[in-house]
C-alpha cells in the first residue's frame, strides 16, 4: 500500500466570473455540501472557502487520484448540485480553468489563513488582481483564445 500525502491548492472560478455565490450563506452551504460529497467519494478536502465568483480549495491528493479527475468531481458534481437545489436564479456554471499548485507541509496552515480570509481579503483585492499575483507567483502562462484576445 503506498503511503503519499501530497496537498494541493486549487482555485477556480464561475463560468465569465459572474458573481453567482453574493450570498455568504449559499457559499457556506455550498462549501459544506462540496467537502461532504468529495468525502463520499474518497477525496479529503482539508479546507474549502471562497467568494463571490471563485473558489479555493486545499486537498489531500491520494495515490490512485489525478488533478483532473478531482476537479471534475468536485467542480461536476457541485454544479449539478447548486442547480437542481436552485441556490442560484440563473444556470450555474464553473469555468473550465483552474489553478492548481502543490502545498509543501510547511506551509499548510498559511494556506489554510489564506483560504479562511477569502471575505477579508477580497474587500480590498479583486479575483483578478489575485489571479494575476498567482500567474506571476507560480509562472504560469496566460494563454488568451483568439476569439478572447479582441475583447481585451
Known sequence: MPHVRVYIHFVWST????PFLKSSLIRKKIWKHMKENAEEKGIHIDFINGYHDHCHCLVALQANQTIS????LIKGESS????????CQ????????YYAVSVSKSALQQVRNYIKNQE??????????????????????KIV????????
Open 120 to 141: 477579508s481579503h477580497h474587500q480590498y483585492k479583486s479575483f483578478e488582481q489575485e489571479e494575476e499575483e498567482m500567474i506571476e507567483k507560480y509562472g504560469f502562462i
Open 145 to 152: 483564445s483568439p476569439a478572447k484576445a479582441g475583447d481585451n
Open 90 to 97: 440563473d444556470n450555474f456554471e464553473w469555468q473550465n480553468d
Open 15 to 18: 463560468k465569465y466570473r459572474e
Open 69 to 72: 479527475q478531482l476537479m471534475q
Open 80 to 87: 449539478f448540485w447548486i442547480n437542481k437545489n436552485k441556490l
